[in-house]
């Protein structure tokens, strides 16, 4: 079946900023939550920030503190990731999935998560 589909990275430079996009071609994912993780290279794949329908409430990787923010449009049904200040430890994959009710309290947990698109590489540059 089709899958979540990323894209918006790129080779940046710390400081910069990029937004990635997760689409829904079949629209059979973006009911429930959302969630971006990233895969830096060798390392597991990690939580980077989810949203919840309905009321949008978003949650991050403690790290970040700030920098990146999640959004959903309902009338598109596309999810975004708003990257700022980009530091050079940012580079990984980043993947978009989503997180089907009754998953749990750990909203972390990337096994909690289907629909997993082929990731998008983002390269941070000193």
């Known amino acids: 079946q089709v899958g979540l589909v990323e894209y918006g990275g790129g080779l940046v430079q710390a400081g910069d900023s990029l937004r990635l996009t997760c689409q829904d071609p079949?629209?059979?994912?973006?009911?429930?939550?959302m969630g971006w993780f990233r895969q830096p290279p060798g390392k597991e794949r990690e939580f980077v920030a989810a949203i919840t329908p309905f009321n949008h409430r978003t949650y991050y990787l403690d790290s970040l503190k700030g920098r990146f923010t999640v959004s959903r449009d309902d009338a598109t049904n596309m999810i975004y990731l708003q990257m700022d200040n980009l530091r050079p430890e940012d580079t990984a994959v980043y993947y978009c999935?989503?997180?089907?009710?009754?998953?749990?309290?750990?909203?972390?947990?990337?096994?909690?998560?289907?629909?997993w698109g082929q990731g998008t590489q983002v390269t941070v540059s000193s």
């Open positions: 999935a989503a997180r089907p009710a009754q998953s749990g309290i750990i909203i972390e947990d990337p096994s909690t998560y289907k629909g």
């Open positions: 079949g629209r059979s994912f973006t009911r429930g939550t």
